[in-house]
């Protein structure tokens, strides 16, 4: 079936839906997305969303920008952050005229409090479910300008016509049927991959199909080696505890009852950046000081109070019982790290328009935000409370520029033969006869990307994990579906999901591999130093026949420059 | 923690309208280990025993509100769930009662959705906004603070006897969104949004019965939000 | 009223409901907690010689019959779905409520 939009988005998360609300005023517009928009992602962000409004305290732009710059381990590009910083005040006014409900202060402002890595409190919140309340919010939004949504479509491929992207197939996932949707301007805010790890904070439809969508399509995918670890995930699932709670106060001890992080960050303690933190947290399970020799430790928030926690950490205490069995007011939490937030993706300029290559050039009527895209202003290692903030700004500029650039987008037609090879990739993957499963297939990745390509990696690791990937590909030939049908095939979906997951995770760990330092997040037991000489630059992973291959550009720096990092 | 709990009997209920005649359960024996939910059990059914069992999930964090079902006949979100807190070693799961079926646990949502459109869920301010924040003070902020956590799970409108009969009323979930925004203390659309809950099938068709007090997985409370509404809407009447 | 909300409807159930508990209270003590031990007919009799008592009893009767029909109305409301039974059901129930009226009526002012 065919559609025509002036804008398609596909996503709607907090970055999409932002996007819808810009675009809509210059044409018809639709969001795509195979969650209905409030189950997207974003509504999972409990901590907070940053600006330096100084409601709690002197805080000013260029504080935000520094602690930014120096968070990603100087890797981020400084205009891209400057942008980010000074629009936050505004962007967290608008949506508050929109309707957010954020937590108070006494005198009635929005209330703000710590967060890792910022060293004044600019987290803007709405108890632990900030994410939450701005995605409700946004939804609402665009309900009332009317923006047309299709719920439940999943987005398997562009359509490229004339080398110029022209829209996107997508399958209904309650039919099985596929759509045509064609666009002057396509959007992509498909969100992160946490899905590609074992233990990991992030919902299971976080599997970056938006990455292999495009990569598969021929451009490139930047930073990809840069995967960020939160440092509390509830043992054993992941599932993530907001550094809020240690915005709040809360400590991190180890086995022997210590509070650690005077041995690696004396000064910001528990508020450290996430990179800093999990090292440290693993570190101390890898060297048996973790609950009894376990692997892992203790967040202690009895000392807050049961007012304070219930007051801010409504969800935590919530979950702490239910995911752990703790009563978190009588005991300390079991955590560990997590794999949270991918910090690489599409690269896009200023303006959220995607990049073809390293050199810059732009593509016609393709743009990113949000998670899966790379601005970046999130370098090596994203700040707390920066990523909705992101996600939301990029999202405006993002719309902005496609109600920009729609008057120069001529309206094409679509090849008719547009939805052929997807409906013949579908049609392989349903018959195929074999013997593998799918499950055991995905739970070797992402046991073998825990393991391999994780907190702490090396050459060693980081080639037998390619190797895996390599032999996990071949499996994926030779698996078989039990659901062969059309209707709600979600079989169908994960193994679609575990395809993309395939295509990332080799750039991850071909960049890591590549790349012989340690910064932000990713961090080499064998280079353990940073090497701005060598490696102040971006990755830009492409596809050639021959496997991926990596091209650098540099780092844009403009007001401050690369300095030892310490906390 | 990897104590194991011993093995238990999940019967499912399985509909497929393309091919099945009709609906009927299906059982599935599973060694269940501390700790895991009714959502991991209906993975590992789907990753080893049964590829076609359908049901949405996402989060699997309790926010996301899509993995809501009828487990042992309560309806809950499968994800936060224990299977250590029931009882029993059998556990029945049916789709939330209500709403057509699309398929096994996996039910049509749409007039759900469409009810909650139907209240004007946004923020509406007629005079200016100014540069800063609009001032709320916290005690304004409580007032609102349980509806604003709702995640749209649909575990309340499934189980209110009055929407099973009549699809046409908004049903809580939509009350407690209308609620939100009613009782929002920087909302100006107050009026409008009244006009549309105070109606047959809007609060009145409402008869306490309390089953969406009890459903909520997220422990809100729906029918304190309604009968906030009859209050205020009552006062528009007479 | 121009629009049927249901509202007005909903307030005079909940009115006649609270004035019913209050009568009932009345009835409840003067049948079964005041008076003489053994009440007779002619007890009763000269009760009701008193208009008062009669229109007492007159109002209970009205605010019962009219919050319990209303309340059977709302559940064939909620309920029945097909029209014509609906229709039905109000023939139903306006007969039944007619002849326990003209009953209660007669009962009181006979007396
Ligand atoms: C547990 C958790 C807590 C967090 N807390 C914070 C915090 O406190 N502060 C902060 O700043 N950041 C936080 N983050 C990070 C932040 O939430 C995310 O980076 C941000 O919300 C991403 O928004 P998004 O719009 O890019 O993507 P998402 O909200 O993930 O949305 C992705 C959308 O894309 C759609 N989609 C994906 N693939 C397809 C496809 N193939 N076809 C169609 N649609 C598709 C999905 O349906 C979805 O609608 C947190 C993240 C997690 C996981
Ligand atoms: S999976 Fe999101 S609420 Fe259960």
Known sequence: MLHRYDTVIVGAGLAGMRAALEAKKGGSCCILTKVFPTRSHSGAAQGGIAAALGNAGEDDWTLHMFDTVKGSDYLADQDAVEILVREAPGTIIELEHMGVPFSRTPDGRIAQREFGGHLRQRACYAADLTGHVLLHTLYEQCLKEAVTFYPEYHVLSLVIAEGACRGVVALEILTGELHTFLARAVVFATGGYGRAFKITSNAHANSGDGLSILYRAGLPLEDMEFVQFHPTGFYPSGILVTEGARGEGAYIINGQGERFMKRYAPDRMELAPRDVTSRAIQTEIDQGRGINGGAYVHLDLRHLGPDKIMKSLPQILDLAMRFTGVDALKEPIPIQPTAHYSMGGIPTDNNGRVLLNHAGAVAQGLYACGECACVSVHGANRLGCNSLLDAVVFGTRAGRAVLADLPAIPRGDAPPDSEDAVRKELRLLLDREGNESLAAIRDDLQTGMQKNCGIFRSDSLLRAQLAAIGTLRGRFERVRLHDRGARFNTELMELIELRSLLDFTELIVRGALLRTESRGAHSRTDHPTRDDARWLTHSFARHTPEGPVCDYAPVRITRYEPKERKY | ?238 | ?111
């Not at chain 3, 907690?33 to 009669?54: H, I, S, T």
């Open chain 3, 1 to 111: 009223m121009a629009r049927q909300t249901g509202s007005i409807g909903w307030f005079l159930q909940r009115l006649s409901g609270g004035l019913i508990f209050a009568l009932i209270l009345v009835h409840f003590s003067l049948m079964h907690y005041m008076g003489p031990e053994k009440r007779l007919y002619a007890d009763v009799v000269r009760r009701f010689q008193n208009p008062l008592w009669k229109s007492f009893d007159l109002v209970f009767l009205t605010l019962c019959l009219c919050h319990g029909w209303y309340g059977v109305w709302e559940i064939v409301g909620d309920y029945v779905r097909s029209d014509s039974l609906k229709i039905l059901a109000l023939i139903l129930i306006v007969i039944a409520a007619a002849g326990l009226f003209s009953i209660g009526l007669v009962t009181v002012l006979t007396f």
């Open chain 2, 1 to 238: 923690m990897a104590d194991t709990l011993g093995l238990y009997t999940f019967k499912i209920f399985r509909y497929n309208p393309d091919k099945d005649p009709k609906s009927r359960y299906d059982t599935f024996a599973v060694e269940v280990r501390q700790g895991m939910t009714i959502l991991d059990c209906l993975q590992k059914i789907k990753g080893s025993l049964d590829g076609t069992l359908s049901f949405r999930r996402s989060c699997r964090s309790a926010i996301c509100g899509s993995c809501a079902m009828n487990i042992n006949g309560k309806n809950d979100l499968a994800c936060h769930l224990q299977v250590s807190r029931l009882r029993g070693r059998t556990i029945t799961i049916n789709p939330l009662p209500g709403y057509p079926l699309i398929k096994d646990l996996v039910v049509d949502m749409g007039e759900f959705y469409r009810h909650i459109a139907a209240v004007m869920p946004w923020l509406v301010r007629r005079s200016p906004c100014p540069d800063r924040e609009l001032l709320q003070f916290p005690a304004d902020r409580d007032r609102i603070d349980s509806a604003v956590n709702c995640i749209l799970c649909g575990s309340c409108t499934s189980s209110c006897p009055q929407f099973w009969f009549n699809p046409r009323y908004l049903g809580p979930a939509a009350l407690l969104k209308a609620y939100r925004f009613i009782f929002d203390s920087r909302d100006e659309g107050r009026d409008e949004r009244l006009a549309i809950v105070d109606d047959r099938y809007g609060v009145w068709r409402c008869r306490t019965v309390f089953n969406c007090d009890e459903a909520c997985p997220k422990k809100l409370h729906p029918n304190e939000a309604i009968a906030g509404l009859k209050i205020e809407a009552l006062k528009r009447s007479v």
